[in-house]
């Protein structure tokens, strides 16, 4: 279903971030296989979190919890 929509999308001289969270397969076939050429686009790979997991489950907003920022400012740097 991804793949459609991120081969539509065309916008000239914009950064492409491919955040992938916990992948269950290698990430550059991830990338492959959406069509997204790994050159032009940054790939994040964010580890399995049992806060994200525990915010789900808590219906807390996982931005509200340092633990989950901390992950997302460190991927992000």
Request: proline share 10%; net charge negative.
């Amino acid at each position: 279903m991804l793949k459609p929509a991120v081969e539509s999308f065309q916008e000239p001289n914009i950064a492409q971030k491919v955040i992938l969270i916990d992948p269950p397969v290698d990430p550059m076939r991830m990338v492959q296989d959406l069509s997204i050429d790994p050159l032009l686009a940054k790939v994040i790979v964010l580890p399995r979190s049992q806060h994200i997991r525990a915010c789900s489950l808590n219906r807390v907003k996982p931005f509200e919890s340092k633990e989950v920022a901390d992950i997302f400012e460190e991927a992000f740097r």
